[in-house]
């Protein structure tokens, strides 16, 4: 059973055709890959599939549930966790205290435990306090911890972003061209840390221009074209298939 | 560069008790009265606070909030339901000592809802008001929403002025004192100033905790990140519709509360309490002290209720809250006080390892 299942879904902004009728599977455990040429609609479908915007038409089903429309808030709960583009920290905050909204998921303390501060929730904020450090470890940004986010380099916010939504122990991690920005020894850094995440059971969805990256860390790539879906097979077996190499690859 | 938490409790406990001896050695305990009614508006604009300087939204209907609380306890304390003694109702409510008899100026005998009651009630009611204009009205983002809050205060406003049950312009009096329990009242009576000073600072350092605990916590984290980044926060599973809705909630029920207990203390309410210009000054007040800065609301609440208290602004009081808040905008959007304290605390601090409590 696929973990998510995207059915024949479009998206329309006035005359442009973003997305048309494009249907995907991410399979438990795998590493599926996303390319295309820029304006291909990676970035729509993504939005789509993350809750940020609804479908015109067509199924989205993550855990075999009906996610097309509803809030990002949702499908967080479900296990969904996601990486901007455009780096989204919370300038303010610590690296730290970034990475444990991450854990916002997976704790409840509401209003009244706050101003309460009540045992429990003291308990809880020690475990999300925790495991926000553990996350930031296993990115390899612990050190960072008590920095404000707004002053770590790119690099690093990067890393924050990835280890705020690996806190949330999610079961898809949707990343949004995480390699943008990074120069190579960084890329084969994050290639590697794709790997080891994905050893610890979570299936990701990686949007990417870098071919390379997706290339290396892909079970499977899609490859878009104009809002269409052109290529869905092995690394090997898409970078062999004569449309993708006209389209993506180029003259 | 910040003071630990402890230390901000001890320099405000100190600044509260160094006011009430400094005003009492210089023989002007009447200072203390001033000082009272401006820790409960200080109360009102603590929430206010919150919901700007955290939860980035802006409200221009908190007087209307604190209006609901002071007349529906001044309502409910005044009407006199002994000539309905005999219905049901009432009947209940005195078997549950929810209403009770309290001898009227005229040596007669009056029967009405207890303050705790009525407290309770003008909660209830703060609440409900803020969830059912709250839902549609904080779709709305910047000036729409500011427009709207303010839209609301104008009907309280004119509410109060325009409800004869209200006493209209003249507004409510005689409300008896609130009795918290036995040997503790918020009341005006002169032998009760200074035990009414330190409940009602006490009231605020209370206020004070529950809040810095709330933004040093979960939900707290999650209203920062909503300021940071909503997109980022609602992809982290941040409901950022329901945290703005009950930070709105929990802003109207501390004015609420405020207004309740200004009411009991003034012995009464009118409607210049729920004056538009009222919310003005509020905002005025947060801007003041820094958004996202609970000291700093606190010290200019306290100093500025304060001064127009004692008509240090003359004729000129609303204009001098205006004229405030334009400047602040103008030149310190971060606040005054923050801009000072920062600068002053960096070049005389040396400065500390990173990881501070805040």
Request: hydrophobic share 50%; glycine share 12%.
């Amino acid at each position: 059973m696929a973990l998510l299942e995207v059915r024949g879904v479009s998206k329309r902004f006035g005359g442009v055709q973003a997305v048309k009728d494009v249907s995907l599977r991410v399979e438990q455990g795998t590493v599926k890959g996303l390319i295309g040429p820029n304006g291909a609609g990676k970035t729509t479908l993504f939005d789509l599939v993350s809750g940020f915007r609804a479908p015109d038409g067509g199924e989205i089903l993550f855990r075999d549930r009906r996610i097309e429309g509803r809030p990002p808030h949702e499908s967080a709960a479900l296990g969904m966790s996601r990486t901007f583009q455009n780096l989204k920290v919370f300038p303010h905050m610590t690296a730290q205290e970034n990475v444990m909204v991450g854990r916002h998921v997976r704790s409840r303390s509401g209003f009244v435990a706050g101003m309460l501060h009540t045992p429990r929730s003291r308990r809880e904020e020690r475990a999300i306090a925790a495991a926000a450090l553990e996350a930031m470890d296993f990115v390899g940004i612990a050190g960072l911890a008590s920095v404000p986010a707004g002053s770590l380099s790119y690099g690093q916010q990067r890393g924050v972003e990835l280890a705020r939504a690996l806190a949330a122990e999610p079961a898809l991690l949707l990343l949004d061209e995480p390699a943008a920005g990074l120069n190579m020894r960084e890329t084969a850094d994050l290639a590697r840390l794709i790997g080891r995440i994905r050893e610890r059971g979570v299936t990701v969805l990686v949007v990417e221009h870098d071919m390379s990256l997706v290339m290396g860390v892909s079970d499977e790539v899609a490859v878009l074209c104009f809002g269409e879906k052109i290529a869905d097979a092995p690394p090997r077996a898409v970078q062999e298939n004569p449309d993708v190499v006209r389209v993506y690859l180029g003259e | 560069m910040r003071l630990s938490r402890a230390a901000q409790v001890g320099l405000f406990a100190a600044a509260v008790v160094a006011a009430q001896l400094l005003s009492s050695a210089a023989g002007k305990a009447f200072f203390l009265t001033q000082l009272t009614m401006s820790a409960y508006y200080t109360l009102a604009v603590l929430g206010l606070s919150l919901l700007m300087g955290y939860a980035g939204q802006i409200s221009l209907g908190q007087a209307g909030f604190f209006a609901i609380g002071g007349y529906t306890s001044a309502l409910l304390t005044t009407l006199d339901l002994s000539p309905q003694r005999g219905h049901p109702l009432v009947a209940a409510l005195v078997r549950l000592h929810l209403a009770v008899p309290r001898p009227d100026l005229y040596g007669g005998e009056v029967l009405s809802v207890s303050p705790w009651a009525a407290c309770v009630a003008a909660v209830l009611l703060g609440a409900a008001v803020a969830v059912s204009l709250g839902v549609p009205v904080l779709r709305l983002r910047g000036h729409y929403l500011a427009m709207a809050t303010l839209a609301f205060g104008t009907i309280v406003s004119s509410v109060a002025v325009g409800t004869q049950a209200l006493g209209a312009a003249d507004g409510l009096s005689g409300v008896p004192p609130f009795v918290l329990f036995p040997g503790l009242r918020v009341g005006g009576g002169a032998a009760d100033r200074v035990q009414n000073y330190y409940l009602a600072w006490g009231l605020v350092a209370l206020a004070m905790l529950l809040l810095l605990n709330l933004i040093h916590s979960r939900t707290g984290r999650a209203l920062g990140a909503i300021h940071g980044a909503e997109d980022a926060a609602r992809a982290m599973g941040v409901d950022t519709g329901a945290l703005k809705l009950g930070t709105f909630v929990l802003a109207a029920v501390t004015a609420t509360v405020a207004g309740v207990l200004l009411t009991h203390y003034n012995a009464g309410i009118g409607p210049s309490e729920a004056g538009v210009m009222k919310s003005v000054r509020y905002v005025a007040i947060v801007a003041v002290g820094g958004m996202g800065s609970l000291w700093g609301t606190l010290s200019a609440s306290a100093v500025l209720n304060f001064l127009s208290l004692r008509g240090y602004f003359g004729a000129y009081d609303d204009a001098v809250f205006g004229g405030i808040l334009v400047l602040v905008m103008l030149f310190f959007p971060d606040g005054i006080l923050a801009a000072d304290v920062r600068a002053l605390v960096a070049r005389l601090a040396p400065r500390r390892a990173p990881g501070g409590e805040a």
